[in-house]
């Protein structure tokens, strides 16, 4: 691929953009001044052009001066994310026209909690929204079925907290509608005209998400035609009895048969999760770790099974989550045997449970899917380009995605915007009815009536979060437009990384047959998509503590740290450890193989310290930069980066 | 007060500061791109000069433009926040050293989750939280005492869920290592030295923060002194007790004498507490409403009862929240008597909770009560310049902030900065430990042990987000060094708004005067800050449905709608609603007294449809734009309102 094609996309390592960045963001700086202008140019400004001559004005100025002088010479530590020499995390350099949409929306500080604080931009949110669920397969056509949703969250801890939240809200409303219609005698039906009485608890907590809005949509006419006085009467009896109202403790007090739910999450999964469930109150506990095969990807037999033994146990599944593209290594789960299991299981063993993608980090990857008239490109068309990706279970991954319940994914990542932007998107916008929360001061009673669409302009009824900016919604709003979500456009941008990443693999082969008798070099998982990680072992060394000290002090040499000014390291990269923990003795096994281990030192439980290790300590490159194969330096970035590597290595093991 | 002096402190209705804000960002964007290029130099720029000639750049830059113009286009259907017209919600005109340093620190797109990704804005970020500290009276000497610590949050509502996040975290703690050192019979101590085993579930659940720290302390420190395998494995056993992995559910089946915690609130708290309930699962039933006063100040004496009550229903209080500066109606609650309660109540009832303040909005009017060495300054210091503020009551309040848990303060609120920037201050550091996440590919057997004290530099650990920007971070961090957060520098500005408030409130009885015969007027609540609400009744209506409609049709006036150009409008404001029901009889009768209103038709349960209603609907008015008191058009900004609202009304009046 023609890394060219990226030139005008970014502000540029070397800024070779300067000019049109300044140019665009002058431009608009002053037609916003001008704007300001033209509400009510007929009074006088606040600020008189003596004031400004005044000696408290110019001091403030020159304090202001001053102390964006000391932030500037600060910032000078920062991390340089723009530049092919930074490999270590999920930052690289920002796209230039979501960049200059998010800087000219911030002149106008608009507030997507609601369009009366942002008339503009909460429209721009939701549009975001809808192309992100269309990358993902969602549908959008209110004739086909369920609509989609999105919104943007802070980031994509936010939006993984977020999915949870509604999928507990959706879960538990059969169980209060039911009681609700014991306690009030009504007979409340399901989409198929089943009695909500005569279903069992088991059964009413293991509906599809689009047959509880059903029962909800079926729930509220019913009400409604009872007219006013006694609409509201039992409205709030039904709103006391949901789980929201009256907190895990007292709702599992009156469904004595409820079990505590569980929740399932690849080994691999982001420390969020476990966050999520405690901070819902679910308890960690309740979260359970698949384990994953030998490609790093949640293992379906061994969900299989995990499932079977939650239902043993009369335990409600709450979700399933997949990850699409792990933080740690970039493996992509299997989402279409996410997705198929749940069918298996609800046919065979009346167990369904709600699926969510944690696609923080892959799913922009899914724009390399999609044609331009945004159908899922065939597996082969998508091949062309590639040598490996993406693999059929890669392939079948990222076309079950239109079958999951919500999507996870952050803009700020592989979006290319700027933090914080994560955002969550839901196949069913009518979950939003089982959460929405009026701000205290609305009473309308031309509008007395639960509706089960959701009033998506008032974002902030919806969502976790209250005030939120309008120019991370601008920034992705303007990007998507410039470069469309597809294959043909946006696409290219992913796709170039993942072939960097195939290349880079097969040079770290290359490299350790070169450095055969001093090392041995690995990719120890093969890469999804664009994240790979190295492992090193000195040769003749056989412990794995060994390794991960010897490893560490490679790690020293592109390392962040305090005593070494940021401008001195050659590439700046991060490290991961894959525990012993969470993979299985194949796996363990065929990695202390191949790195000439004594699969004695890789172990569970630590207990000869000076040999053994729980974990296995390597190098982890997130290879995001546009510019990781411009040569025009007469080599890669990449082989600037391993032949540093090699000297590293080579002058430790002579050490 | 001399209002010229916020001159060079914004960007201006008009402006006005353009040249300077163009200087000041061209000069610093500069110093960034050369920056870049100063990270090895000696590479060859990826993007060419020739590149830059081709027709995909320009066509793609073309497209980058034309994108940009069309979001500045809409842009201008934005609300004009800046301008002294809009009175509505809660924003302004940004802080120009804030919204400078934003935007330089946007380019370098620090990512404060930690310390690795943001050398830089994580230290400014803490020391935003210590300055923030220190101005509500947090002690920040480690010889004194508890230590406190601050970090920012995408805005109010995420640092509220915070703080019922960690206060659960800490409440039920004491149970967990009782029952700890039950299942390995071990002996632990709290701070003075009693067993736990011999301390009751009430005693347990009654400890203050700091003895539930010590608590930790103590017992990390007797774990410590057994010996590696012995730590590991009752390190273990201790968190396998704990609330958060077991969940709710589990935990209080262990703990069978534990009843549902209450969390208080006043009647008039934002609605983000009901959704935190909600989400945390302990429910939103569980969330008890604290009845008002006459001035809508959370009611001591009614929080008396109400705490009695919950002991005597053995409840564990988990927290009051005191409100500093409602979002309808910027009144602020007795902190004081909240924190004298405590004590109160802890001494006679064994009865302890834990004290959060919710100032989104008012927490940075405290810079009004500290001299430049931020001590508290005395009430008569204070009063000087102002007519009534600040009342004892509300100076009290402001005053017990210090002996308070932990408080939420928006910058993005009186801070003057952009969306999305609240924040989250604790009074007691060692509370981050009892919430600590680790990220999955952290092991370090040299640091093996828990240590009580935090490791701050790694946020992402002890708060809700992940990944989150720096650039929020440094604004505060240059606005706070611009302009200290006391009486001399800062404050003057919040205390100008409060003083134009007080004319303003004036101003409504001097109209109601003018318009006798026609309408009544009146403040219905008066102002604690300087948010302040106006009723208008049409001469000789004593039906509350009748005056809500009037009003109506004045608000359609000051209202944002799709109908209307942003820019044809007059002033904007905002309005609210005082519910019947959050309001005791006296206080219903004194506003119906006052407007003229047959308090039969102001009701919690309307009947007659066409005479009663259940809320009293108001104009509301957030008076926080510095030019509101301006007069260089010959009359204030306060004027034109008011003289437009007697033009609108007189017309609704002979209509």
Avoid at 629 to 642: C, E
Wanted: hydrophobic residues 40%; contains cysteine; glycine residues 6%.
């Amino acid at each position: 691929m023609d890394i060219s094609l990226f030139s005008p996309y970014f502000l540029g390592s070397y800024g070779e953009n300067n000019h049109e960045f300044e140019d665009i963001f002058l431009e608009f700086f002053r037609d916003h001044v001008y704007w300001r202008r033209s509400f009510h140019p007929e009074d006088l400004p606040p600020v008189s052009i003596i004031e400004k001559q005044s000696s408290h004005y110019l001091e403030t100025m020159a304090k202001t001066k001053q102390e964006l002088h000391k932030l500037s010479a600060d910032l000078k530590q920062s991390v340089p994310f723009s530049n092919p020499r930074y490999i270590g995390h999920m930052a690289s350099d920002l796209l230039l026209p979501g960049m200059l949409a998010q800087f000219i929306t911030a002149l106008y500080n608009p507030n997507n909690v609601t369009e009366e604080a942002a008339p503009v931009t909460v429209k721009m949110e939701l549009e975001v929204g809808n192309k992100l669920a269309e990358m993902f397969g969602y549908n959008l056509d209110a004739d086909k079925g369920a609509v989609a949703w999105g919104h943007l969250t802070s980031g994509g801890t936010v939006a993984n907290y977020q999915s949870l939240w509604m999928f507990r809200s959706v879960k538990y409303y059969p169980l209060a509608v039911k009681r609700c219609g014991e306690l009030a005698d009504i007979d409340f039906v399901d989409g198929q005209g089943r009695s909500l009485q005569g279903m069992s608890t088991w059964e009413l907590m293991n509906l599809s998400i689009d047959e509880v809005v059903q029962i909800r949509v079926n729930c509220l006419n019913k009400l409604k035609a009872m007219g006013d006085e006694k609409y509201d009467e039992l409205i709030e009896l039904l709103r006391e009895q949901r789980i929201e109202h009256q907190g895990h403790i007292d709702f599992f007090d009156q469904h004595k048969d409820l079990k505590q739910p569980v929740v399932f999450v690849p080994a691999t999964a982001h420390y969020s999760w476990i966050k999520a469930m405690k901070i819902l109150g679910i308890g960690s506990k309740n979260l359970w770790q698949v384990p994953t095969d030998e490609k790093m990807r949640l293992d379906p037999m061994a969900l299989k099974q995990l499932l079977l033994k939650a239902k043993s146990e009369n335990r409600t599944v709450l979700a399933v989550i997949g990850v699409l593209g792990t933080t740690e290594f970039g493996t992509v789960d299997p989402i279409s045997d996410i997705v198929s299991l749940r069918d298996e299981m609800s046919r065979d063993e009346g167990l369904n449970y709600y699926i969510h993608v944690d696609a923080a980090w892959g799913g922009y990857l899914s724009s390399v899917f999609r044609d331009e008239n945004n159908r899922m490109r065939e597996h082969e068309a998508v091949k062309a380009g590639f040598e490996y990706f993406p693999s059929a279970k890669v392939y079948n991954a990222f076309a079950a995605l239109c079958e999951t319940d919500s999507i996870t994914v952050d803009p700020h990542k592989l979006g290319y915007m700027p933090f914080g932007s994560g955002a969550f998107i839901a196949r069913n916008k009518n979950m939003c009815g089982f959460v929405v929360q009026e701000a205290a001061y609305v009473f309308d009673k031309k509008n007395r009536f639960v509706e089960p669409e959701p009033k998506l302009n008032q974002l902030g009824q919806y969502i976790m979060e209250g005030s939120k900016p309008g120019a991370a919604a601008a920034a992705s709003y303007v990007a998507q437009n410039v470069l469309p979500l597809n294959a043909e456009h946006f696409g290219k941008l992913p796709a170039s990384t993942i072939r960097t990443t195939e290349v880079f693999y097969h040079k770290i082969a290359a490299l350790s047959e070169k450095l055969a008798g001093k090392a041995t070099l690995i990719a120890p998982i093969e890469p999804d998509t664009n994240l790979i990680c190295l492992a090193i072992n000195p040769a003749g060394n056989s412990s794995t503590r060994v390794l991960n000290d010897f490893t560490r002090k490679v790690f020293e040499h592109i390392k962040i740290e305090k005593s070494t000014p940021m401008f001195s390291k050659e590439f700046i990269g991060s490290y991961t450890s894959i525990f012993r923990k969470n993979i299985n003795d194949k796996v363990a096994h065929n990695l202390c193989f191949k790195l000439g281990l004594d699969p004695h030192s890789f172990v569970r439980d630590v207990e000869q310290v000076e040999f053994q290790d729980n974990a296995l300590f390597v190098l982890r490159h997130t290879l995001m930069n546009p510019w990781l194969s411009d040569d025009k330096n007469g080599v890669t970035y990449m082989d600037m980066y391993l032949n540093y590597l090699e000297e590293i290595i080579v002058k430790l093991v002579e050490q």
